[in-house]
T-cell receptor, first 113, second 115 residues
């Protein structure tokens, strides 16, 4: 069965620090990958997604992710975090049938000002 | 409406009670998904509808869980004889079509607490 693992459970950064959140998936075929974010008190929303083409994907709010097929990875990056980036971040992969997203356990990011 | 809405937002049930959770997807969205999110975990898939057809219910944890979408819009997730382990946030999401790369838009969730 497909699975997603996120290496970091809780990351604490100061404003302006660079961010990289790890995500690895298990499936070796064609993949559709997503990063979702949940800000405090808000619902899950899409940051970015990859399904084909350029492996470097740019999303909202200055986030980007790189799909590295050989490493089964889709890490999320941001060069300079802001206090408002404090949130929970989820990596997900679409299942083969396209009927579901399989999520990682999430990474809580805390940014101090 | 502008987004996916869910009701109630909070539900407290006594063990053994039946509950019904409602999801209103974005108008015109063909696909509808239900997920269960336990505390400190990522969402876990429960079931998927394309219009009124329930095409995947492989994630439903037991036969106490039942979902329907009779007219291809509003969906209801019903849990019979609730147990304490059913306590979680139940998320509904919808997407425009049925393709794997499409964005799923999530609702705010219903937080269920079973005492």
């Amino acid at each position: 069965a497909q699975s997603v693992s996120q290496h970091n459970h809780h990351v604490i950064l100061s404003e302006a620090a660079s961010l990289e959140l790890g995500c690895n998936y298990s499936y070796g075929g064609t993949v559709n990958l997503f990063w979702y974010v949940q800000y405090p008190g808000q619902h899950l929303q899409l940051l970015l997604k990859y399904f084909s083409g350029d492996p470097l994907v740019k999303g909202i709010k200055g986030f980007e992710a790189e799909f590295i097929k050989s490493k089964f990875s889709f890490n999320l990056r941001k060069p300079s975090v802001q206090w408002s980036d404090t949130a929970e971040y989820f990596c997900a992969v679409a299942n083969q049938a396209g009927t579901a997203l399989i999520f990682g356990k999430g990474t809580t990011l805390s940014v101090s000002s | 409406g502008a987004g996916v809405s869910q009701s109630p937002r909070y539900k407290v049930a006594k063990r053994g009670q039946d509950v019904a959770l409602r999801c209103d997807p974005i108008s015109g969205h063909v696909s509808l998904f239900w997920y269960q999110q336990a505390l400190g975990q990522g969402p876990e898939f429960l079931t998927y509808f394309q219009n009124e057809a329930q095409l995947d219910k492989s994630g439903l944890p037991s036969d106490r869980f039942f979902a329907e979408r009779p007219e291809g819009s509003v969906s209801t997730l019903k849990i019979q004889r609730t147990q304490q382990e059913d306590s979680a946030v139940y998320l509904c999401a919808s997407s425009f079509g049925g393709l794997k790369q499409e964005t799923q838009y999530f609702g705010p969730g219903t937080r269920l607490l079973v005492l």
